[in-house]
C-alpha cells in the first residue's frame, strides 16, 4: 500500500477508535441526564464508528508495524446539550474535510480497498451528523430525542433508522447484518 493513503488509513482508524470510545462515555451522561434516546443514538453510533475502525485497521493488514498516529479528535464531557454539539463538530470535519480528503489521495493512488473502507464511513457519518442535529435540537428543548428503531450494518457501518431495508443501502448487506438498536 502507498505510504501517503496508509498514513491516512491509520490517522482515519485513530479517529474512530477514539468516536467509538467518545460516544459511549456520552451514552453514559446522556443516559444520567435522562435522555435514553439520546443514549441509544450515542451507542448505536459509537457501534458504527467501531465498525469503520474494524475495517480501516484490516485493510492495514499488509503494512504492520508500530507508528505513531495523529488523528482528529473531539474532548469534551459536559451536558448531553454540550456532548451532542460536540458530536456534530466531529462528524462535520469527518463529512467536510478528512474524508474527502484522504479519498482523493487514495484515489490518485489507486488503492480502491482504501477508498471503499473510507467512502462507506464518509455515508455513514452523513447520517449520524443529522441524527446528531436532531437530538440535540430535542435536548436544548429540554425533551428527550424522538427517535424509532436504529440499524448499524455490521459490514459497513451504515445507521439506519426505522424498519429495516432487506439491503444496506451503502454496502449491500443482507439485513441480517444489521445490528438493532431499540
Ligand atoms: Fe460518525
Ligand atoms: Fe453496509
Known amino acids: 500500500m502507498k505510504?501517503?493513503?496508509?498514513?491516512?488509513?491509520?490517522?482515519?482508524?485513530?479517529?474512530?477508535?477514539?468516536?467509538?470510545?467518545?460516544?459511549?462515555?456520552?451514552?453514559?451522561?446522556?443516559?444520567?441526564?435522562?435522555?435514553?434516546?439520546?443514549?441509544?443514538?450515542?451507542?448505536?453510533?459509537?457501534?458504527?464508528?467501531?465498525?469503520?475502525?474494524?475495517?480501516?485497521?484490516?485493510?492495514?493488514?499488509?503494512?504492520?508495524?508500530?507508528?505513531?498516529?495523529?488523528?482528529?479528535?473531539?474532548?469534551?464531557?459536559?451536558a448531553t446539550a454540550d456532548n451532542l454539539a460536540g458530536a456534530m463538530g466531529g462528524e462535520w470535519s469527518e463529512i467536510e474535510e478528512m474524508y474527502p480528503m484522504y479519498i482523493t489521495v487514495a484515489e490518485a493512488q489507486g488503492e480502491e480497498g482504501a477508498v471503499r473502507s473510507m467512502s462507506n464511513a464518509l455515508a455513514a457519518e452523513k447520517t449520524h451528523h443529522a441524527l446528531y442535529a436532531r437530538a440535540k435540537t430535542a435536548v436544548e428543548a429540554g425533551a428527550d430525542a424522538e427517535l424509532g428503531v436504529i440499524h448499524v450494518c455490521d459490514m459497513c457501518g451504515a445507521t439506519m433508522e426505522g424498519d429495516a431495508p432487506d439491503n444496506c443501502p451503502v454496502c449491500g448487506a443482507l439485513k441480517e447484518f444489521f445490528i438493532t438498536f431499540a
Not at 453514559?28 to 441509544?40: H, L, M, Y
Not at 499488509?62 to 464531557?77: I, K, M, N, S
Open 3 to 78: 505510504e501517503m493513503t496508509a498514513a491516512n488509513l491509520r490517522s482515519s482508524y485513530g479517529g474512530e477508535s477514539m468516536a467509538h470510545m467518545r460516544y459511549k462515555v456520552w451514552a453514559d451522561k446522556a443516559e444520567k441526564d435522562g435522555f435514553p434516546n439520546v443514549a441509544r443514538l450515542f451507542n448505536a453510533v459509537s457501534h458504527s464508528e467501531h465498525v469503520h475502525a474494524w475495517n480501516h485497521f484490516s485493510r492495514l493488514r499488509g503494512v504492520p508495524g508500530d507508528f505513531q498516529v495523529v488523528a482528529g479528535a473531539v474532548f469534551g464531557a459536559g
